[in-house]
């Protein structure tokens, strides 16, 4: 199969995924926790073994104990995702205000340049967003990670259906 055919494939593939996480958010939103649970879980044995079994690793005993809370954290997501499911919306609001504190700084360096209001306003978005998201997690939380998961599947997709007929225009 050409390169054309699978990017174009792929992309309606992602693109489908992405609807399906916008239609059905709850599930979409659960997934994402399944499967970062799923992560700790297999990141937290790497390193457990890898700190355990591996005598030369310097600060082999840090790598345990990441290691563990890794795993405990994995565990712990995967047998709770609905508690799970909130507590990585509250994460992602608070990434959310400290991008945007970072952006907000970063736009004192543009003042005066054609840059400064866009990266200022971003900033005050991510903010206003995230302190939305704070104030209202049980609301947000079945939401906001499809949402996310919802927009990078439609990203990729249409960047990989375009790739694919860019490919065939190519050849």
Known sequence: MKASTISILAGLALLAGGLVALLFPLPASLAVTVFIGAVFLVGGVSELYAGLFDAFLP???????S??????LGVWLLA???????????AVAILFVL??????????SYRGGSS?????????VSIGLGVYVLANPATASPILLATLL????LSVGAMLLALGFA?????
């Open 59 to 65: 600060g082999r005993w840090w790598m345990v104990a």
């Open 67 to 72: 290691g563990l809370l890794s795993l405990v």
């Open 80 to 90: 709770n995702p609905l508690a799970g499911l909130v507590s990585l919306t509250i």
């Open 99 to 108: 991008s945007g504190a970072g952006r907000i700084a970063l736009s004192l």
């Open 116 to 124: 400064f209001w866009l990266v200022l306003l971003s900033g005050l």
């Open 150 to 153: 919802a927009i990078e599947l």
């Open 167 to 171: 490919l065939r225009n190519i050849r």
